[in-house]
C-alpha cells in the first residue's frame, strides 16, 4: 500500500486523520543511541496544530509514545515503534461528503481506485499523516547530528504572493510562520487574517537545507540523493514542485555560471544544491518546495456527486488558511530521512573506501 518508506532506515506509517491513533515503526535504527520522547516531541510540537490563529484550530498536543525499541534509555537495533493518539476529532464536521467528492482533494481518486473512502478529515490522505514522519525525522536527526555533525534548517519565503526577505536563521523559532526574517511579520499576519475571514487559501514556498554533509552520499542512475530527496518531498501532501540547488533558475544561466567551480579552498558556489551526478558534494543541501493552496476552504465549488450528478460543495471544519505555515519541520523531517538511509547505505558498501584527494571546503571563504 505504499506506506513504507527508505531502504535500511525504514518508517512504515500507520492511521487515519479521525481515527484513535496515528503512528510509524521504524526499522533499521542503528542500537546504543539515547532517546527517550522528549528527543521526539520536541520537532512534533514545532509541527502541531493549534499553536497560532493562523493555522488549524484543531487542539492536538501530539504527544508521542514509544511502544518498542528502546530499553533503558537506548535503542536496540529493534524495530521502534511511535504513537500519536488523536484526541479532539470532528468528524460531523465532514457529515457532507459523504456522497461528494471536494475538488483539489484526493477524495475523487480514492473513489475510483479503491471504491471506498474515509471523508473524515481526509482519512489517509490528510496531513495529519505527516505527524509521524517528523517524529521519525526527529530520531534520524538526533542519530546525524551525534554520528556525522549534519545539522537541518529551514524557513518560508514566500506566503501567496507575498516574498519573504531572508534576514537571518535566529528569527525562524521566533514567529508562527518559520520566517527568517523580522521586519515583515505584522504583514503576513495581516494577509493571513484577510484570507481567513474571504474564507479562502494561499500556498506557500518553503526552504530546507542540510549542513556539513559529507561527500559520497548517494548512487547514479535510479538512486541518485537529489531524486530520492525530490520524491521524499513530493510525498508530502500538497507539494507540487521541488527545486535542487538553482532549482528552474538554472535555466537562465550559462554553463560558466551554474557550473560550480572548485578551488582548494572550497566550491565557489552552490548552484548544484550540494549534489553533483546524484552524489553529494560535502556542500549544503539546499532545496525549495511550492506548497499548493488548501484545498479545503469555506467558498462553495462546484463538484459532482457518486452518481455523476453536479453539486455544489461547501467545506466545513478546520483547516489551515495556508498549510504551508507548518510545513517546515516536515520537510526538514523527510530531508533528514533520506540523509539517515543514504549514510546508512554508504556505510555498507563503501565504508572502508579511503580517498588520497584533500577534502575542500562547502563553500570558498569570500
Not at 515583515?184 to 494577509?191: G, Q, S, T, V
Not at 525530490?230 to 521541488?242: D, L, P, S
Not at 582548494?264 to 552524489?279: D, K, M, Q, V
Amino acid at each position: 500500500m505504499s506506506s513504507t518508506f527508505g531502504t535500511l532506515f525504514r518508517v512504515t506509517n500507520f492511521g487515519e486523520s479521525h481515527g484513535p491513533a496515528i503512528g510509524c515503526v521504524i526499522d533499521g535504527c542503528p542500537p546504543g543511541m539515547a532517546l527517550a520522547e522528549a528527543d521526539i516531541q520536541v520537532e512534533l510540537d514545532r509541527r502541531r496544530p493549534g499553536t497560532s490563529r493562523h493555522v488549524t484550530q484543531r487542539n492536538e498536543p501530539d504527544a508521542v509514545e514509544i511502544l518498542s525499541g528502546v530499553f533503558e534509555g537506548r535503542t536496540t537495533g529493534t524495530p521502534i515503534g511511535l504513537l500519536i493518539r488523536n484526541t479532539d476529532q470532528r468528524s460531523k464536521d465532514y457529515g457532507n461528503l459523504l456522497d461528494t467528492f471536494r475538488p483539489g482533494h484526493a477524495d475523487y481518486t480514492y473513489w475510483r481506485k479503491y471504491d471506498l473512502r474515509d471523508p473524515r478529515g481526509g482519512g489517509r490522505a490528510s496531513a495529519r499523516l505527516t505527524a509521524p514522519m517528523v517524529g521519525a525525522g526527529a530520531v534520524a536527526r538526533k542519530w546525524l547530528r551525534e554520528q556525522c555533525g549534519i545539522g537541518f534548517r529551514g524557513c518560508m519565503t514566500a506566503l501567496g504572493a507575498i516574498e519573504i526577505p531572508f534576514e537571518g536563521w535566529e528569527h525562524v523559532p521566533n514567529n508562527p510562520f518559520f520566517a527568517a526574517n523580522a521586519s515583515d511579520i505584522a504583514r503576513l499576519e495581516d494577509a493571513m487574517d484577510a484570507l481567513r475571514k474571504a474564507g479562502d487559501s494561499v500556498g506557500a514556498r518553503i526552504r530546507v537545507e542540510a549542513t556539513n554533509v559529507p561527500p559520497g552520499l548517494g548512487a547514479p542512475l535510479f538512486d541518485k540523493l537529489d531524486a530520492e530527496i525530490a520524491y521524499a518531498m513530493m510525498g508530502i501532501n500538497a507539494v507540487k514542485g521541488v527545486e535542487i540547488g538553482a532549482g528552474f533558475g538554472c535555466v537562465a544561466q550559462r554553463g560558466s555560471e551554474h557550473g560550480d567551480e572548485l578551488t582548494p579552498e572550497g566550491f565557489r558556489s552552490n548552484n548544484a544544491g550540494g549534489t553533483l551526478g546524484g552524489i553529494s558534494s560535502g556542500q549544503d543541501i539546499t532545496v525549495n518546495i511550492a506548497i499548493k493552496p488548501t484545498s479545503s476552504i469555506r467558498i462553495p465549488r462546484a463538484s459532482i456527486d457518486r452518481n455523476g450528478a453536479p453539486t455544489v460543495v461547501e467545506t466545513f471544519g478546520r483547516h489551515d488558511p495556508c498549510v504551508g505555515i507548518r510545513a517546515t519541520p516536515i520537510a526538514e523531517a523527510m530531508l533528514a530521512l533520506v540523509l539517515m538511509d543514504h549514510v546508512l547505505r554508504h556505510r555498507a558498501q563503501c565504508g572502508d573506501v579511503a580517498v588520497a584527494t584533500p577534502a575542500i571546503a562547502a563553500q570558498a571563504p569570500r
